[in-house]
């Protein structure tokens, strides 16, 4: 990928056909998208490289679906169909796609603040350097994903716990964790695979309220065709009907869960004191670690200024389309449209939805163009042209 070195200072305001925030699974499909739309997006990520948060996962991460299932619109993902991917070879995967954008895609570009000004959106971006960008555009696609925004639910009983919590963002691999007794708190597929990948280094059990709900309690082969048929469940748009529910995710069963077998499970702890914990049915023990396996939330505190309404940790649209902004879209939000909207899987098709609908929307807009608008500090700033 070339780095390309630009001094802001020098380009003029001109207004960007659309802007795609975030450069990860969700923002490298839109841009896909986009541009099969006939459109020439600009791509600001905060990171040093494009990918989003896939390297900064824990180390044994694996998608619960083989690559066959997983490859975006014009990609399939390399290797054998039927492997499921790791951790790094997802990361490798996702920087060859945005490697092959035609587009600018902008690095090291934080995005803080989007406002309404003369009848177009206004993108505030600061760099690494500090300085900061003002870029008008007719069209936003927030695509920031949800790992820099965990969720850390208050449970009132670790107010008087005095071990140490952390959220399954900070878990990387079991070695800081060797011979401790730790707690890992969730129901779904990280919980159970961060508590697989403890358990021959530490004793683990996994507590949550609702019971952990197994799509399959063996791994499916990758070759299996219980994966075409879920392929084709994917593409259900009863993505805000099951965003209504409070049920807990189904976790699909890996080697790693397999190998566990059945992961130690109890009901949530009743009460705590200083690293002791008490179970409903009786007893307590000491408990060196609770890890936090409570998922994530979207990512999008720089919407605020536009007063974009958020209910329930959600922006208020339908199918990726703001029911209250026009010309924005979102890419990437848990049951956006379908059961997978938040998974490598689901993200170009919803990409594609929201591209089409967008330019219809906005078939007066000007054409794609140009470049920003003056940084009120000239740099010269390493960005990513894809050719």
Known sequence: MDKISGDWSVHTGVVQSVIVIGAGQSGIAAALALRREGLQPLVLEAAEQPGGSWPQYYDSLSLFTPARFNGLPGFPFPGDPSHFPTRDETADYLRDCAAALDCELWTRTRVTAVTRADGFYLVRAETSAGHIVEIPASMIVAATGTFSHPHRPHLPVLDHYTGRVLHSAEYRNPAPF??????????????????????????????????????????????????????LA???????????????????ADRAVQALGNPDYREMFSTARDTELRWPGGGTEHVDTVILATGYRPALSYLNCIGAPIASDSPLQRHGLSLTEP?????????????????????????????????????????????????????????????
């Open 327 to 387: 010309g924005l879209g979102f890419v990437g939000l848990r049951h956006q449209r379908t059961l997978f909207s938040d998974t490598l899987h689901g993200v170009g098709r919803d990409a594609r939805y929201v591209s089409r609908r967008l330019v219809v929307s906005h078939s007066g807009s000007p054409p794609a163009g140009g470049l920003p608008t003056t940084a009120r500090s000239g740099e010269h700033h390493a960005q990513h042209r894809q050719r």
């Open 234 to 252: 994917a593409r259900l748009p009863v993505g805000p009907l099951l965003a209504r529910g409070s049920s807990s995710p189904l976790v699909f």
């Open 178 to 231: 060797a011979g401790q007794r730790v707690v890992v708190v969730g129901a779904g597929n990280s919980a159970v695979q961060i508590a697989a990948d403890l358990a021959a280094h530490a004793r683990v059990t996994v507590v949550s309220r609702s019971r952990i709900r197994y799509a399959t309690r063996k791994p499916l082969p990758g070759a299996s065709p219980v994966w075409a048929g879920l392929a």
